[in-house]
């Protein structure tokens, strides 16, 4: 079983490697880059402080496995809304329900204790397996920023997806 607590430091070492692994970055809106561990141990500590505009998680099972890495930053209290970000750090790991189950919890966790009315996420226009799982959780396509992100050596679309409160409401009613 798989469960969400808030990231950790002792999670960075392994999320330095999926973020220094070309494969993965290609699928993510970020530019790959090549990150140190310091760069990471920093990024950390400006979330510890920053922790009201952002959550970050990280996805464990019930022997505190890392699995991947899901966040709702730019929390905006006034418009209460938030943007998704979600990470299954190994290929061998995709496939399995992992980010569904993340997604999932994260929109109960935006909801229903954070009280945000609207979460939105962006998707490359090439990744053609995200989109399903964002659909399935209730996410709707609302756009297209066009040849908006730069990706090895050419511009690409990103797709942008929303939900909110009263769609993932009734969705929660008919499950």
């Known amino acids: 079983m798989y469960k969400l607590r808030e990231l950790e430091s002792r999670d960075l070492a392994e999320i330095n490697s ?7 970055v290609s699928q993510l809106g970020a530019p790959f880059r090549y990150i ?5 141990e920093d990024w950390f500590e400006y979330y510890m402080k920053s922790r009201s505009t952002t959550v ?11 699995y991947g890495l899901i966040s709702l930053t730019g929390i905006n209290q006034f418009n209460q809304s938030a943007e ?3 990470m299954i750090g190994n290929k061998k790991n995709r496939g399995k329900g992992i980010g569904t189950f993340a997604v999932k919890e994260m ?17 490359l226009a090439t990744n053609a397996i995200s989109p399903k799982l964002y659909k399935k959780c209730g996410f709707q396509k609302e756009g297209v920023r066009r040849k908006a992100v730069f990706k090895a050596g050419k511009y690409v679309d ?3 997806y929303s939900i909110l409160k009263e769609e993932y409401m009734e969705l ?3 499950e």
Do not use: T
């Open 18 to 24: 999926w973020r220094n692994d070309p494969e993965l």
């Open 36 to 40: 140190n561990l310091k760069v990471d």
């Open 56 to 66: 970050r998680c990280s996805i464990v099972d019930d022997n505190d496995v890392l």
């Open 84 to 86: 998704l970000h979600l």
């Open 107 to 123: 929109l109960y966790h935006a909801f229903y204790n954070l009280n945000l009315h609207r979460v939105e996420l962006s998707c």
């Open 158 to 160: 990103l797709h942008l």
């Open 172 to 174: 929660k009613e008919n």
